[in-house]
C-alpha cells in the first residue's frame, strides 16, 4: 500500500543504468536493506566490479534498453535465476547540451531513444513479472521534468516524456495493484554533469537549483521511497515546492536567461556536445560493436553461481546509421576525445 513503508528484505529489484552513478549507489542501497539486486547495463568492468561486491545478492545482464528483444531476454533470465521482480528502476539514462541550432540530430535523436523509449521498453519487458508480484515501477525523473532549461532540450524533452509516461501508466495499473512513482532530482556529482556547457548552465541558476549533491545520499532518500511505492519521490525537499511552481517556472526560467543565452553560446567550449560521459561513451561503442554484428561486450560470467551472463544479440532497427563499421567507431572515439577536450 502506498505511504507505508514495505521491507525490501528478500525482494527482486531490477536497476537499469546499474553499472555507475545513481544506478551503483541504489544497488549499494538496496543490497544493504536485504534485496537481490538483477544490475542492467552497458559496462561490462562496472556491473562486474558491482556484482562482485555482493555476492550472492546480484546478478548483471548486458543489455541497451532500446533494444526489446534484448529487455525481453533479460526479463526472462531474471524470473529464471532470480524470480518475478518486486521492484523495476528504470534509471537508465544519457544526456547531450549545447544550443539546439548545433545540435546533431542522430545524437538528439538518441538521447530521446534512451531515456524516453528505453524507459517503456524497460517496464513493457518486465511489466509481466510485477503484475505477478503486484510490484513497483519506479521511473527516474529530474528537476528537468518539472521546468525545461536552455541548452538540455533533448534531455529536457525526455524527462517531460518519461514523467508523462509515468503518471499514464499508474492510472492504467492501479486497479490491477501495481503501482508507479517518479523520482524528482537535482544535480548528483556524477560524470553526467561535468561537460563544460552543464557546468556553465548550472553557475547560472539560482540556489539551490545550481548545488550539486551526493549521488549515494540521493540514492538513499530514493530507495527509502521504493520502500514507500511513493507515487513522487523527491531526492531534495526544495523540489516539493518547485512541483507546487511548476506552472510560473518556464516563464521565469526565460526571464533568468534571456540574456545568458547569448553569452553561454560565446563562451569557449559551450558547444553542442555528443553523449556525455562515460555512459555515453558505452552507449556509443556499445552501438558501433553492433553495427559489426559482434556484441558490445566479451562474453564473460555473472558475479554468482558463475552462470552465463545475458548478453542479446542487437536487432536489425539499430543498424541504421548506415556506412562503414570502422568508420563508426573512429567517430565514436572522436566524439569521446572531443568531449573530454572540451571538459579540460
Known amino acids: ?27 549499494r542501497a538496496l543490497v544493504r536493506r536485504g534485496a537481490t539486486v538483477a544490475l542492467v547495463g552497458l559496462e561490462e568492468d562496472g556491473l562486474e566490479r558491482l556484482a562482485e561486491a555482493f555476492p550472492g545478492r546480484t546478478q548483471y545482464w548486458f543489455a541497451d534498453v532500446t533494444d526489446e528483444a534484448a529487455l525481453a531476454a533479460v526479463a526472462d533470465g531474471v524470473q529464471r535465476g532470480l524470480g518475478p521482480p518486486s521492484v523495476v528502476v528504470a534509471n537508465a539514462g544519457v544526456a547531450a547540451g549545447g544550443p539546439f541550432l548545433e545540435s546533431d540530430p542522430a545524437v538528439w535523436r538518441r538521447v530521446i531513444e534512451v531515456n524516453l523509449i528505453g524507459s517503456s521498453l524497460t517496464l513493457r519487458a518486465f511489466l509481466p513479472g510485477l503484475l505477478a508480484t503486484r510490484g513497483y515501477f ?105 512541483q507546487l511552481a511548476r506552472a510560473g517556472l518556464p516563464a521565469a526560467v526565460t526571464r533568468l536567461f534571456r540574456g545568458q543565452v547569448p553569452e553561454m553560446a560565446a563562451r569557449s567550449g559551450v558547444t553542442a556536445t555528443g553523449l556525455i560521459g562515460a555512459g555515453g561513451r558505452a552507449d556509443d561503442l556499445a552501438r558501433a560493436a553492433a553495427a559489426r554484428r559482434l556484441p558490445a561486450v566479451p562474453a564473460g560470467a555473472a558475479a554468482t553461481g558463475g552462470r552465463p551472463h545475458q548478453e542479446a544479440e542487437q536487432p536489425e532497427g539499430q543498424h541504421d546509421d548506415g556506412g562503414d563499421p570502422q568508420r563508426l567507431e573512429r567517430e565514436a572515439g572522436a566524439e569521446q576525445q572531443q568531449r573530454e577536450q572540451q571538459d579540460e
Do not use: N
Open 138 to 242: 519506479l521511473q527516474m525523473g529530474s528537476l528537468a521534468s518539472i521546468t525545461a532549461a536552455p541548452m538540455m532540450s533533448a534531455y529536457c524533452a525526455s524527462k517531460s516524456g518519461v514523467e508523462a509516461f509515468a503518471h499514464a501508466i499508474r492510472a492504467e495499473m492501479a486497479h490491477r495493484g501495481v503501482e508507479v512513482g517518479v523520482a524528482y532530482l537535482s544535480w548528483a556529482e556524477t560524470d553526467m554533469i561535468d561537460a563544460a556547457v552543464l557546468r556553465e548552465l548550472r553557475l547560472r541558476l539560482p540556489w539551490p537549483a545550481g548545488r550539486i549533491y551526493s549521488p549515494q545520499a540521493v540514492a538513499d532518500r530514493i530507495v527509502h521511497g521504493m520502500e514507500r511505492r511513493a507515487p513522487a519521490v523527491y531526492a531534495q525537499p526544495w523540489l516539493r515546492a518547485a
Open 1 to 27: 500500500m502506498t505511504g507505508q513503508r514495505q521491507s525490501l528484505a528478500g525482494r527482486v529489484v531490477v536497476v537499469t543504468g546499474a553499472a555507475r552513478g545513481l544506478g551503483e549507489c541504489m544497488t
